[in-house]
């Protein structure tokens, strides 16, 4: 049994996003697209005014002597260095970087990105980043420069083919901890 | 069947894992892929030909999860495995069912 546009359109607006409630489907047909290699990466930001947003809406962090407590003032000492050496980013830069991509005069359809501040028990700190797609072997594009300008930590921005990026956010995701 | 982990009342869950398979049309402008085939080896597969699907953003998600929009657990758990070679016997009869119905009903 078929289910598309034409035959069974009905089954076919269920199951799509129907869970898999109204039947097994047993094979999915897709188009294909003419494809090659794409530009994009995940790059990692040190954010310089976590301690200023805490502040302000209230967070304190006490110093304990125990080793929780220790960390959290380790790493907000390694995120100070890192800022005072210049290495770090405003969240508020990070945020209108990523808003100002809905601007309808910037629209391109070959720009994708997400942004991510991400709290890491481990550490007890915040991550910051970016997850940029361009689908044309293009590097830097202009549309995602106020975002590619950031300054970071690291990134791994490089043209790929799709599967190098879908490996690489499964690598960031693994099983059981997404 | 693994009690609990479907997202209806008594319902049960049917493992396609196996069901992986990938086969290109002859003018490649479609291809045919098996519900439990992952992402990560549509792409791989395709991107020998310079083509490439809509698809997930997570190479070891499912196709047949994400494309009806939805998944409840990991199959990959090993302690689960003879459980789910049994839903997968379940699955070929129950299709095989499906399929007779079906034509009778036709």
Redesign the interface.
């Known amino acids: 049994?078929n289910a598309n546009q034409q035959t069974h359109p009905d089954l076919y607006y269920a199951?799509?996003?129907?869970?898999?409630?109204f039947?097994?489907?047993?094979?999915?047909?897709?188009?294909?697209?003419?494809?090659?290699p794409i530009w994009g990466g995940t790059s990692v930001f040190a954010v310089e005014d976590l301690e200023e947003i805490k502040a302000s809406a209230g967070v304190h962090d006490r110093l304990l002597w125990n080793f929780q407590s220790v960390t959290i003032r380790l790493v907000s000492v390694l995120q100070g260095v890192i800022s005072r050496l210049g290495f770090a980013a405003k969240s508020r830069d990070i945020i209108h970087a990523f808003t100002n991509l809905a601007h309808e005069e910037r629209e391109d359809s070959y720009a994708h990105a997400y942004i991510f501040f991400s709290w890491i028990p481990e550490i007890r700190a915040y991550l910051s980043g970016t997850t940029m797609a361009y689908t044309k072997p293009e590097v830097n594009p202009s549309t995602l420069e106020e975002l590619t300008s950031i300054k970071k930590l690291y990134t791994t921005n490089r043209v790929r083919?799709?599967?190098d990026?879908?490996?690489e956010?499964?690598k960031m995701?693994p099983?059981?901890k997404r | 069947m693994i009690p609990g982990s479907s997202s209806i009342e008594n319902g049960v869950l049917v493992d396609l894992s196996r069901m992986n398979s990938l086969e290109l049309a002859e003018d490649e402008s479609t291809v045919s892929i098996g519900p439990g085939a992952r992402w990560g080896d549509v792409y791989l597969a395709l991107e020998e030909r310079g083509l490439l699907v809509v698809g997930g953003r997570v190479s070891s998600v499912g196709v047949g999860g994400l494309t009806l929009g939805g998944t409840l657990i990991d199959l990959r758990d090993n302690k689960k495995a003879e459980l789910y070679k049994v839903v997968y016997l379940f699955s070929l009869v129950f299709m095989e069912w499906l399929v007779t119905m079906y034509e009778a009903l036709r």
């Open positions: 049994m199951l799509r996003g129907g869970g898999n409630n039947g097994i489907v047993t094979k999915f047909d897709l188009e294909t697209y003419r494809h090659g083919n799709m599967s990026f879908a490996a956010v499964e995701n099983v059981r």
